[in-house]
């Protein structure tokens, strides 16, 4: 089949690849009109796996009532998600080739995603036993992951001589780390010191880009581009709240027959689904392209600053999933603990909303801390409520409130504020 947009080779080029190699000199950073391609999308559908089984597993965990456990290993978790998805955006923003050499190395990442996301139950469950870290078959795909990133790299460093250096300090620096995780996976270390060397070697990857690149400015990413890839991802994490909703939802409604319509079933399907929607609205109140179009700079602070506002997006979903658990009575844990769990994430999702405006801005706005309160309030009134013995029902819907403080005062003043912002940053 041919493109029209993009005619056949002449005769004289007949015998080549549609998706030929093509030389991975870097993307023009200004290039206008660049969007996600089908094959960065495919490759997101491998981290719903893997966010959906982190999410589900904790929540179980959670209703069991191994709080700490549960949060630890969903920490964890998340964190090398995160870490791996952002890895491959960055890179693909400023080299995708989409050559047939390219398309290959990304479908052996997303094997390694898939491995990942299959040791998953593996490690909660270890955690939850208490005596050692089971991460074999989680750093063998993260392993996967990474070496694939490695021999991209290295085809960066050899056809692009203007980035030489910094593809070679990528491969020296994320073999190291590998090398490390591996050490920590087969070693079978205790509890203790698994999380001791996995802060420490995580904090390794989140400095990674600085050793390598200095602040993510060192290849020629599209801020554009890379602002949408991040709202993607937002999106398909806010899809575990829709998950959630089921999850809470499902027998509530009568397990197979669906016809039990009760006031809890009605709404705990209006609090997910209202939720959902109103994190959604609030992420997308921040014009994120145009700020790193002006401000490169901040790459690195937006990058990895998303790796805690994921969390929260994810957490939320798990912890519609506990409130599900909780109703049907297959819980362990108190109404207060149901609320929180969902509360909590809620709360860091939309503090780091707001961190990450004001970081990017460089500009605070009185306001926004006005909204933050009243944010902080609304949760805070659906623990005490809980607390005081309303229906778990009840406080759903109150926490369902928390994010529309933030849509209805950006819809009424805030966005004329953030106008003012955009215009003295020179975005607007």
Avoid: K
Wanted: net charge negative.
């Amino acid at each position: 089949m041919t493109d029209p947009e993009h005619p056949a080779p002449a005769d004289a080029e007949g015998g080549r690849l549609a998706h030929s190699r093509t030389p991975m000199t870097g993307r023009d950073p200004e290039e206008p009109g660049r969007t996600a391609t089908p094959l960065e999308l495919l490759f997101d559908l491998t981290f719903v796996v893997a966010v959906g089984t982190a999410a589900s597993h904790f929540a179980e965990m959670f209703a069991e009532d191994h709080a700490l456990e549960a949060v630890g290993a969903f920490v964890l978790a998340m964190f090398a998600i995160s870490v791996a998805w952002i890895s491959f955006s960055w890179f693909s923003s400023a080299f995708a080739t989409d050559d047939w050499h390219y398309r290959a190395l990304t479908m052996v990442q997303m094997v390694g995603v898939v491995v990942f996301s299959l040791g998953l139950p593996a490690m909660f469950h270890s955690i939850e036993e208490g005596e050692y870290l089971e991460l074999r078959a989680m750093v063998l795909g993260y392993v996967v992951i990474r070496i694939a990133m490695v021999l991209q790299w290295w085809r960066a460093a050899r056809e692009s001589p203007s980035f030489h250096d910094v593809g070679m300090r990528n491969i020296r620096w994320v073999v190291l780390v590998q090398l490390g995780w591996i050490a920590i996976a087969f070693t079978h270390p205790t509890l203790a010191v698994a999380f001791v060397a996995f802060a420490v070697l995580g904090a390794v990857e989140l400095l990674l880009p600085l050793l390598a690149q200095g602040r993510s400015g060192g290849t020629p990413w599209h801020p554009h581009h890379v602002a949408e890839r991040y709202s993607l991802f937002a999106i398909i994490t806010l899809g575990e709240g829709v998950v959630g909703t089921v999850a809470s939802s499902g027998d509530l409604l009568g397990g197979e027959t669906g016809t039990d319509w009760s006031a809890n079933a009605i709404a705990v399907v209006v609090a997910g689904v209202g939720l959902t929607f109103g994190m959604w609205w609030v992420y997308f109140t921040t014009p994120f392209g145009p700020i790193l179009a002006r401000r490169r700079g901040r790459g690195y602070l937006f990058g990895y600053g998303h790796i805690p506002l994921f969390m929260g997006i994810a957490g939320a979903g798990a912890g519609l999933h506990v409130a599900g658990l909780y109703l049907e009575h297959h819980a362990r844990i108190g109404h207060v603990a149901v609320v929180l769990s969902l509360a909590v994430p809620v709360g860091v999702y939309l503090l780091m909303v707001y961190l990450l405006h004001t970081l990017l801005l460089s500009a605070g706005d009185r306001f926004h801390l006005l909204l933050i309160s009243l944010t902080l309030a609304v949760l805070v009134a659906a623990a005490l409520l809980a607390a005081a013995g309303v229906g778990t029902a009840v406080c759903l819907l109150v926490v369902m409130l928390a994010p529309f403080v933030t849509v209805v005062g950006y819809e009424t003043v805030g966005h004329r504020h953030q106008r003012r912002m955009l215009r003295d940053l020179g975005a607007g």
